[in-house]
């Protein structure tokens, strides 16, 4: 079946540090694939998006490449800020599959000062 | 313009009640999609409306329905409530016609809490 890994959290760093959080997948189709960011009490935010193959998603200084052969799509951010402090999903839509997305268990990243 | 609205934000009922959630997507957009969020179980799938049809599921028990109205705002029911069923309920928006860049507008979500 279609399936998201995550790396498990929490995630806790210093403010500046640098960030990866780790994403793969299994699907049956080509899919595309997404981040979102959960704040506390909130609903999902779309943070960035890949759509095929060596795609690069980019926004607010995150930034996850499609990488169609370790079926992979890693979060980084080279310099956090408390402000990102929040849940982070990984997910995959498949073409065809209407827009059905299947998440990952999401990690959960704290930045100190 | 304006979100994805979820009504009630927290519901408080008892096992064995039935409730009824209620989405409005944005503006223009045709297809709902509902999925439920709890610890244990991460974010799962429920179903997915697309101009007052069904166009998926995922693996609920039949407890879990739905419906979406000729306006685009769709409503989920849960019958015969659980205390497993307290989660929290997520309505995400999208646009009629799913190509590879369609993105998905989540709302607030409704806190269920079943006692």
């Known amino acids: 079946g279609n399936s998201v890994t995550q790396m498990e959290g929490p995630v806790t760093l210093s403010e500046e540090a640098f960030l990866t959080i780790n994403c793969t997948y299994t699907?049956?189709?080509?899919?595309?694939l997404f981040w979102y960011v959960q704040y506390p009490g909130e609903g999902l935010q779309l943070l960035l998006k890949?759509?095929?193959?060596?795609d690069k998603g980019s926004n607010k200084g995150f930034e996850a490449t499609y990488r169609k052969e370790t079926t992979s799509f890693h979060l980084e951010k080279g310099s956090v800020q408390v402000s990102d402090s929040a849940v982070y999903f990984c997910?995959?839509?498949?073409?065809?599959?209407?827009?059905?997305?299947?998440f990952g268990t999401g990690t959960q990243l704290k930045v100190e000062l | 313009k304006a979100g994805v609205t979820q009504t009630p934000r927290y519901l408080i009922k008892t096992r064995g009640q039935q409730v009824t959630l209620s989405c409005s997507p944005i503006s223009g957009h045709r297809s709902v999609s509902w999925y439920q969020q709890t610890p244990g179980q991460g974010l799962q799938f429920l179903f997915e409306y697309f101009s007052e049809t069904q166009r998926n599921k995922g693996n609920f028990p039949g407890r879990f329905s739905g419906r979406q109205f000729s306006n685009s705002r769709s409503e989920m029911n849960v019958s015969t409530l659980e205390l497993g069923d307290s989660a929290l309920y997520l309505c995400?928006?999208?646009?009629?016609?799913?190509?590879?860049?369609?993105?998905?507008?989540f709302g607030q979500g409704t806190r269920l809490t079943v006692v």
């Open positions: 997910a995959l839509r498949l073409t065809g599959g209407g827009n059905k997305l299947t």
């Open positions: 995400a928006s999208s646009s009629a016609a799913v190509t590879l860049n369609t993105e998905a507008f």
């Open positions: 699907a049956t189709g080509y899919p595309s």
């Open positions: 890949a759509t095929k193959a060596d």
